[in-house]
Structures are given as C-alpha cells and as structure tokens.
C-alpha cells in the first residue's frame, strides 16, 4: 500500500538543490549547554559572603597608610571619634561593588537575573548602612555636607538598573562618606596621622552616647524583625508559638540570607562603634555585654554547608538554619537592649 512504500532516495541533483540543516542543532545545543554550565559555575561564585574587613583596617585604608595596620604603631592606635564607623561603612560599600559578580540585587541579565541569596544578602547589609550613616550624619559635627548627601543617596532606589544605576548611587555615597572622613581628619588637627600643618587645632566634638543609645535602638528593632520573618520561616512565633502567616517555602532561603547580610554588616559597624563609642562604652560598664555582642554577630557567620537552606524539624535528620540564625538575632537584641539601658 501507498502509506507503506518506502521513500525513495534524493537523487544527485536533489541533494545539491535541497542543503539539509539538521546538522546545526548539535552546536546550538552545545553552545546552550556550555552557557548554561558557565552562568551555574558563575551564580555559585557570586555567592559567595565576602570576608568581613577589621574597622581599624580601615581606617588605615582610608588614610592611605595600609602599612601601618601590623605595626602596632601611634598611627594606628589614634583614631578620631566617628572615623572607625565612616572608614568601615566605606569598606562595606567598597566589598558591595567590588565583589565578583559586583552589586547583584538590580541585576536583570543571568545569571545575576537568577540569583535571589546573594542580592538578598546585599539588601540585608545596604539597610544597616543606611541606618549607620543616618546616625553619623545627625551625631558628627563635621563633614555634614557629605554625610547629607550620603544619606539623600542611600534612601533612594537600590533596586535601580536605570539611570541612575544602583551601582552609581552606592559609589556616590562612598565617595560622600570619603569626603566626610577627610573632613573629620582635617578637624582633627596637624598632630593627627595624615594632617598638614596647616589644619585646624579645634579638635571635632565627638558622637555622645545619646547617639549610640538611638543607633543601638534601631538595630535592635531590624533584630526583631529579622528575628520574627526567621521564626516564620517554620510557621512559629519567636516564642515558640504555632502562626499561621508562615513564609512560603521558596522564601525561606531569603528571609535567610536578608538576615545574614544584616548580622555581616553588623558585625563590623559594632566593632567600629566599640573604637568610636568607648569612652561612653567602658564608663556605662557595658563593654563586656557590647564584647559578647560582636562574639554573637560573628558567629552567625559560620560556615553553611548545606548547598540548599534546610528547615527541619525538632531532632529530625536535618538541620534548621532559620532556627539557628533566629537564636543568634534573638541572643544579639537581647544584649543590645541591655548595653541601651547601661548606656
């Protein structure tokens, strides 16, 4: 029958008048499959934490004498009040924009486009650079200009992949809060690393403890609230009560790295408030519990094995790393408020 008859084959003539293509799917494939592979090898690099930066580091970065921070020199010893948390916000902004991959939470191409932990991350830490700053720009005497337009730059959109870029946004605050350090040496006088002769003598009115109390009241609430999207993450209450408005499955591995961005960045702020802050700090008789605050916020950057966020359950097979972040936020409000209340 006709339905069965084999097809006969193309002639000479045919085969030249009539090219076949089938031959081109085997490289489009294989182009597909190598991109594919590279942007997976690429979205595990990008998310990587970036190593956090000592604040006394930075400020010897700033200064422009990175020498000097091994020494145990005079240089590095004499910070000026309020230069420990500006040089440290600057180090932070510096490891959002120069990280691999850079800034990842306004990208729209992949594999940028496909990563949700690290652009969490980066939301987690811009919010405690923006509550840093905010505290500076209303405590420091100096080098108001730039701090209020750091402030201006760090409210807006850093989400933005048009004009203006998040990318440009962040490296204007940077450079804001470098102008305001300079200010801040400047007003410390010629005997102050880094200083002509010619620079003022009248020595900056340094941050009082008021200043601190607020900044540490706002922490503590970004705590809480950390701690309370965590314990959602297991439908519970931070007291361990049963609540219906658990985060959706897909989520958890957000709220996760929000908080661990949060807890990163203040890390490093709070050891830059311990120089800054601590004649305040060791007169109130808090600088022990301020000493366990930065052991905790530390800590909660322990290595996460797991290549995927787990929830588990009680004393089940796996772990529960919303959990065991949420012990870590709880424990670091919990001191805040206590060091609020000495101050």
């Not at 091994?70 to 959002?96: K, R, W």
């Not at 940028?112 to 811009?126: F, I, K, Q």
């Not at 750091?150 to 962040?170: H, Q």
């Not at 959602?232 to 957000?254: C, K, M, Y």
Request: hydrophobic share 45%.
């Amino acid at each position: 029958m006709a339905l069965f008859r084999k097809k006969a084959p193309l002639s000479r003539t045919e085969v030249l008048e009539t090219p076949q293509y089938g031959w081109i799917w085997k490289p489009l494939v294989a182009l597909v499959v190598v991109y594919l592979l590279v942007c997976i090898i690429l979205g595990i690099w990008w998310s990587w934490t970036p190593a956090p930066t000592d604040p006394r580091q930075a400020v010897e970065m700033q200064r422009g004498f990175p020498q000097t921070v091994d020494t145990g020199s005079e240089a590095q010893s004499t910070v000026v009040p309020g230069e420990a948390i500006l040089a440290t916000n600057i180090a932070i902004l510096d490891t959002l924009l120069n990280k691999p991959g850079g800034y990842l939470r306004n990208d729209v191409m992949p594999p940028g486009l496909w990563l949700d932990n690290m652009p969490n991350w980066e939301a987690g830490v811009t919010q405690q650079v923006r509550d840093a700053v905010a505290m500076l720009n209303d405590s420091l005497s100096v080098g108001t200009a730039p701090l209020n337009q750091a402030n201006e730059s760090l409210g807006g959109d850093l989400k933005s992949w048009r004009w203006p870029a998040s990318e440009t946004v962040l490296l204007a605050a940077r450079n804001n809060l470098g102008e305001a350090f300079n200010a801040l040496e400047n007003a410390a006088g010629p005997d102050a690393p880094n200083q002509d002769a010619a620079a003022s003598t009248e020595p900056p009115a340094a941050p009082d403890a008021s200043a601190l109390s607020d900044w540490l009241a706002q922490v503590q609430q970004r705590l809480e609230t950390q701690t309370r999207q965590l314990a959602a993450n297991v439908g519970q209450s931070p007291n361990g009560d049963q609540q219906t408005d658990s985060t959706p499955w897909l989520r958890i591995d957000n709220v996760f790295f929000e908080a661990r961005g949060t807890t990163w960045a203040l890390a490093q702020l709070m050891q830059a408030a311990r120089i800054d802050f601590a004649d305040a700090i060791d007169g109130s008789g808090a600088g022990a519990d301020f000493d366990q605050l930065v052991a905790e916020l530390t800590s909660s950057q322990a290595q996460v094995w797991s290549p995927v966020i787990l929830n588990g359950s009680g004393f089940g097979l796996f772990a529960n790393h919303s959990l065991m972040m949420a012990n870590y936020t709880v424990r670091a409000s919990q001191l805040v408020e206590k060091i609020r209340h000495q101050l």
